[in-house]
């Protein structure tokens, strides 16, 4: 076997070998080909430093990488690695994290960085095993949004405003709910405030299924903003909450919110 870049293999292939190594996972995931082109782009991956171990052409093994800032440091985000059943336990991913690892530094990145679902002990073990550590947990709610009468009125903004106002906080974001992941989504995600002109008390953005990308309050008051979110729509989705946020999980749990599925972050510095 051998390890190649996957610049030059149709992403249509890579996303039929993904496919096949996550069939029985945790959670369900799309089969829709467009689906995952457009999640790539969203990823911010970079072809040309994602890698693939290959059994004569055939893909069997792959890391596919995003590549962005993240907290400061160039950083090579892990959006999705998998083997296929029948060549599981060769070590496949040691192996193209040892053949990535030395190319990613020749790029100035400083870290990598990925997500793992939390029951997925095996998988843990094996990022632990190359060098990760876990940073944090990212909890995913659902749930409806109350309708009420809310004094506060949601008015639209344009994103990169919000940015301005200070209010947006990075630390608080994964990877696919970063401002650079809602600018590459352009017109797919629109988001709202209230507040003064000069800078808003309170900001929600959301895409067009519904995902609550990113939400904050001034003051903390999150049922004041997710009320007002009520008046555009009832079902909603947020997908990687950081667990240290108490305020948002309370207002979340208070309403009744499901928690069907908790992932780790976990970095690597090399």
């Not at 944090?136 to 940015?163: M, Y």
Request: net charge negative.
């Amino acid at each position: 076997m051998k390890i190649k870049a996957l610049a030059n293999l149709p992403v249509e292939e890579v996303i039929t070998c993904f496919l096949t190594a996550f069939e029985n996972y945790y959670v369900k995931l799309p089969a829709d080909v467009e689906y995952w082109k457009n999640r790539f782009t969203i990823a911010r991956v970079d072809w040309s430093l994602s890698f693939g171990m290959f059994e004569e052409e055939k893909l069997v093994g792959f890391i596919i990488n995003g590549i962005d800032n993240h907290n400061g440091k160039l950083t090579a985000y892990n959006t999705g690695t998998g083997i296929l059943p029948e060549y599981r336990g060769k070590a496949i991913v040691d192996k193209l994290y040892a053949h990535a690892i030395p190319r990613l530094k020749e790029k100035g990145i400083e870290k990598c960085l990925l997500e793992v679902i939390c029951e997925n002990e095996k998988a843990i073990k094996v990022y632990e095993r190359i060098g990760f550590r876990i940073t944090r947990t990212l909890k995913t709610f659902s749930g409806n949004l109350p309708k009420t009468n809310s004094e506060n009125i949601l008015q639209k903004w344009d994103f990169s405003e919000v940015l301005k106002s200070g209010l947006y906080r990075p630390q608080h974001y994964s990877w696919d709910n970063s401002a650079g992941a809602i600018q590459l989504l352009g017109d797919k995600v629109k988001t709202y405030a209230f507040g003064e002109a000069a800078g808003p008390e309170a900001f929600i953005s959301i895409d067009d299924a519904g995902n609550i990308i990113q939400l904050e309050s001034r003051t903390g008051n999150y049922d004041a903003l997710l009320s007002a979110a009520g008046e555009l729509l009832q079902e909603v989705k947020l997908k990687n909450v950081d667990a240290e946020r108490e305020q948002l999980i309370n207002t979340l749990q208070k309403w009744h919110f499901s928690n069907p599925v908790n992932q780790f972050e976990m970095e690597m510095s090399i």
